[in-house]
């Protein structure tokens, strides 16, 4: 890398935007694709200024970039070895036009916050790939994105409806903007005139203008959208379309509004059983009035099988060569949707089906469903043997010959023994995807691969005059085949195109247009074997966007993609300097709040390997250390409380805080919330006919204190008693703790006492589970809970034995009916934990709010808030990272009052918004007063 370019770069947009770090570059090596890439340089630039101004020094210097926002993309598209642009912490921007019919969106911006923003108009975006939690505009437009329902007729190309371009000599213009149009016309005369000159030629020769527009009838991302030569006339417009599936070969799409399309509320849902995979492609056809229609052989079934309840028994028993079509009917209302559900029973009951069809319009079902469906790559690349990779490919043919299709699919994966291979996708448009997990870079692997796509080539474009890639995008994957596919004709004008628009080549250069015939076999990404939690990973991305340290060190994918790469000896010089960078980026800012696992198709919990990591920092004399503390709880916990309080006053001197603050320069200790209190305890009591066993957890004993209100345990005390209840408060409490906190830093043997201890004292006091437990803390109901379900040892079924309740659940449960709302709030924000996600509380957090508040806001880019009990004492910057958009949000929301279910969680939004957050026991017991 040109040490004069980075100069340039650091002081025209900022050094703190620049990275040459080992442990960035290899970071952002992997995308979800089969190739890898360490980049030389990571640029993270935070405004269109910035890209513009990186744009001209890239062309300055002959350096090629590459633009990158969420990874999610397949084909290698978003990596590269020289300057990757890392997009994904910025350019967040929405704006809703015309009352939801568009929406003004920023590259960094994922589909699935497009589509929250959305929700309250009925509207959504017309792209819906599987991807649409966690993939971001910016590649949704580059890839020409499609998915589940949009077909080919509300894709980003045919939904666009204007674009903010800039030009790779950092050049921008504004399509909506006349001034915008006259300027490049004037400005870029060659570039202007070439494209009309590119059109004109288009427009008089019938053979290649029918041959453009026969080639869209189906999905088709391969190469770049000719269409748009024949479908606009201004220059600008054609520009701003050819952008639409450029890959970033084209310059930088600022932002795009998007007209948006009806979000259906009235749906059926079946899930339709057939004897093999072409007897189900032979039945889409006759479904094409469906709002989709995803078909899936009977491997793809067996990934999915035993989470598709109340299915699973159904889908274990079929047979072997059974293929299944998820079929979804949409309906303007619900007398639309019954008036046609009769007839759709029928039509259903004529197909060859193994298992008679049954409809659902139940919402939650249905979700289940789809997020079967949107998991199924991931799911798929789980069951590939360790060490092995998950390669997906992407073809499309016209929908009558798809059974066809996946029949010499399926020849050709036996000729080449790829007996794991699993064929779905999206039937409705002839749209299949097809998965095989070769063992790269073995020689003899990648031979055989070579052969196969020789042969997938051959079938596609030369039997079915198909298309290689109908929505994951040409990449370096197709690359070397765009010619066979269009011709020799209309490749050399997409080639005109590239030279027009990006003469230097400095765009994303060897993607979509590469001369090399064989760059699809080069960089292929090995995934070795580095720990049994997370090496069923692909590196899909789906987890980034539920991860509080992602706009501050690395995700969950990145935790691992550096791992893997670790494995090879060829940077066993630089081992040290990453793992030094690695302990801090990887490890000590992991929240390990376990929401990635929740976004994860198959569930890996990468906060899970983090907790292994520290185990494994951890020596024999710190292990001894967490022992004692966790067999001397009681004395520890009056010491942490007597601490606690003076540090925590709002009078503290400034020569304390003073201290403090140096002593953490040189010893790691928290940070203390400035809001933080300790509680005021309550007496242990001993009720013999209690109706629950409270359990005050060691959060609410050593910090749930308000500055202006009751503690929490004061507070479940006044709600008990108000509501007629018995209440038993647990004996000896401040000795018991769940031990999280200790699992969270490493020490699993110091945790295992912990919980143990607590187990048999509320299995003794709960009279083995004949009382209902009650703990205050969501994260440590969750961690009951989890391991009553985890585990099958005494300490398991122990747990088992006893019936833990959450607070929420209980204020929900037993106290709601029992209390009478006398003084309802106006309108507040709500914060839901990372374990209530979990937990799937989020039900019960509504039901307390909807009994005491007229309005609720529950921000849309609530997630962990990074506190993960003391994480983010031990390192406030990760908590101010992960709060900084929410904390926007609500700075600009007028709410009288502010809840959560978890201290910790409220002394971090407190912190980042100014606002006092409370327990949402303090609006119960505030609305029935």
């Known amino acids: 890398m040109q040490r004069n370019f980075i100069r340039s770069v650091e002081k025209a947009i900022g050094v703190e935007k620049v990275s040459t770090r080992w442990i960035d570059r290899l970071a952002l090596s992997s995308d979800a694709s089969f190739y890898s890439l360490v980049p030389a340089c990571i640029v993270r630039p935070t405004s269109v200024d910035d890209v513009a101004s990186l744009l001209r020094l890239a062309g300055e210097h002959r350096l090629p970039l590459t633009f990158r926002a969420a990874g999610t993309s397949l084909s290698g598209q978003a990596i590269s070895d020289s300057v990757l642009v890392d997009i994904s912490r910025s350019f967040r921007d929405v704006q809703i036009l015309d009352e939801g019919r568009r929406i003004r969106l920023q590259p960094g911006v994922t589909g699935q916050r497009a589509n929250d923003h959305l929700r309250r108009y009925g509207r959504k975006i017309g792209p819906d790939p599987a991807s649409i939690q966690a993939a971001m ?4 437009l580059a890839n020409n994105s499609s998915g589940m329902c949009c077909g080919v007729t509300q894709n980003a190309y045919h939904t666009l409806d204007a674009m903010t371009i800039v030009l790779p000599d950092g050049s921008r213009f504004n399509t909506e903007t006349a001034a915008d149009a006259d ?108 709002a989709a229609v995803e078909i899936m052989d009977r491997s793809a079934i067996r990934s999915i099988e035993k989470k598709a309840s109340p299915l699973a ?6 047979p072997d060569e059974a293929a299944a079509l998820l079929v979804e009917f949409e309906f303007a209302t619900a007398a639309e949707l019954d008036e046609h559900k009769p007839d759709i029973v029928r039509r259903l009951g004529n197909f060859p089906l193994l298992v008679a069809p049954s409809l659902t319009s139940d919402v939650q079902q249905q979700a289940l469903y789809w997020s079967l469906r949107k998991g199924m ?41 790829y007996d794991e291979a699993i064929i779905f996708g999206h039937a409705k448009d002839g749209n299949l995807h097809f998965v095989i997990t070769p063992t790269f870079p073995s020689d003899a692997e990648v031979q055989r691969y070579e052969a196969l796509m020789s042969d997938v080539v051959d079938l596609v474009v030369h039997k079915y005059d198909g298309a290689l890639k109908g929505e994951h995008g040409t990449g370096r994957n197709m690359a070397p085949f765009v010619e066979t596919e269009w011709g020799d004709v209309i490749y050399s004008l997409m080639k005109e195109v590239k030279r027009l628009v990006d003469p230097l080549n400095i765009c994303n250069p060897g993607v979509i247009i590469n001369d090399d015939r064989r760059v699809h076999l080069a960089n292929l990404k090995p995934l070795p074997a580095v720990h049994d939690e997370v090496d069923l990973c692909i590196e899909c991305g789906f987890c980034e966007n539920r991860c509080p340290s992602r706009d501050l060190t690395l995700t969950p994918r990145q935790r691992i993609v550096v791992q893997r790469l670790l494995q090879d000896p060829r940077r066993s010089d630089l081992r040290p300097e990453i793992l030094k960078d690695y302990a801090y980026a990887g490890v000590d800012t992991c929240a390990t709040d376990g929401l990635c696992a929740t976004a994860c198709p198959v569930g890996i919990d990468t906060g899970r390997y983090m907790k292994d990591l520290r185990a494994q920092k951890q020596g024999v004399l710190s292990r001894r250390v967490a022992l004692f503390v966790s067999q001397h709880m009681k004395l520890i916990s009056f010491f942490i409380g007597l601490s606690l309080r003076p540090l925590s006053a709002p009078g503290m001197s400034r020569v304390g805080r003073f201290f403090t603050d140096v002593v953490r320069l040189m010893v790691r200790i928290p940070q203390l919330p400035v809001s933080m209190r300790g509680a005021a305890s309550i007496a242990a009591k001993g009720d013999p006919d209690a109706d629950i066993l409270y359990f ?72 083995g589970g004949r009382i209902p437990v009650v703990l205050d803390t969501s994260s440590c109901t969750y961690a009951l809970v989890q391991r009553a379900a985890a585990s099958d040892d005494a300490v398991g079924k122990r747990l088992r034995a006893l019936r833990i309740m959450d607070s929420v659940v209980f204020a929900t449960e037993m106290l ?28 019960y957090l509504q039901t307390i709010v909807a009994a005491c ?16 009990g003391d994480r983010g004492m031990l390192f406030p910057e990760l908590t101010s990272s992960a709060t900084r958009e929410e904390a926007e949000q609500m700075r600009n929301e007028r709410c009288s009052g502010h809840y959560s279910s978890a201290r910790t969680c409220e002394l971090a939004l407190t912190e980042a918004t100014g606002r006092p957050y409370y327990s949402i026991l303090h609006l119960l017991d505030r609305a029935t007063e």
């Open 137 to 140: 505009l910016g590649g949704i």
């Open 696 to 767: 005050p957890t060691c959060i609410s004993r050593t910090m749930g204190g308000y500055a202006d209100a009751r503690s929490i345990p004061e507070t479940i005390e006044r709600l008990v008693r108000r509501s007629g209840l018995q209440m038993r408060v647990a004996s000896d409490t401040s000795g018991h703790c769940c031990g999280t906190p200790m699992a969270s830093k490493g020490f699993p043997e110091a945790a295992e006492h912990s919980l143990s201890a607590l187990v048999e004292m509320l299995f003794r006091e709960s009279e």
């Open 816 to 843: 709601l009916p029992r209390l009478r709302v006398t003084k309802r709030q106006e309108s507040i924000a709500l914060h839901p934990t990372c374990a209530s996600q979990k937990m799937n509380h989020l039900a």
């Open 313 to 318: 028994g159904v889908l274990s028993a079929a």
């Open 377 to 417: 790559y991931p799911s798929v690349g789980s069951l590939r043997p360790k060490g092995s990779s998950a390669l997906i490919e992407d073809v499309a043919v016209p929908v009558r010959h798809l059974a066809d299709l996946c029949a010499d699919l399926q020849r050709l994966f036996k000729k080449y023994a």
């Open 853 to 868: 508040a007229d309005s609720v806001v529950v921000p849309l880019s609530a997630g962990c808030c990074g506190m993960a």
């Open 183 to 290: 300027r490049f016309r004037d400005e870029h005369a060659s570039l202007y005139n070439g494209l009309l000159e590119i059109r004109s030629r288009i427009l008089t020769d019938e053979a290649i203008r029918d041959r453009i527009r026969d080639k869209y009838r189906i999905k088709n991302t391969v190469g770049y959208a000719m269409n748009a030569l024949l479908d606009f006339d201004r220059p600008l417009d054609i520009l701003a379309h050819l952008m639409i599936g450029s890959e970033g070969t084209l310059g930088f799409i600022a932002d795009a509004t998007l007209r948006t399309v009806p979000a259906s509320k009235h749906k059926l849902t079946t899930l339709l059983l057939f004897r093999d995979l072409h007897a189900a492609g032979a039945a889409v056809p006759e479904l094409l009035d469906a």
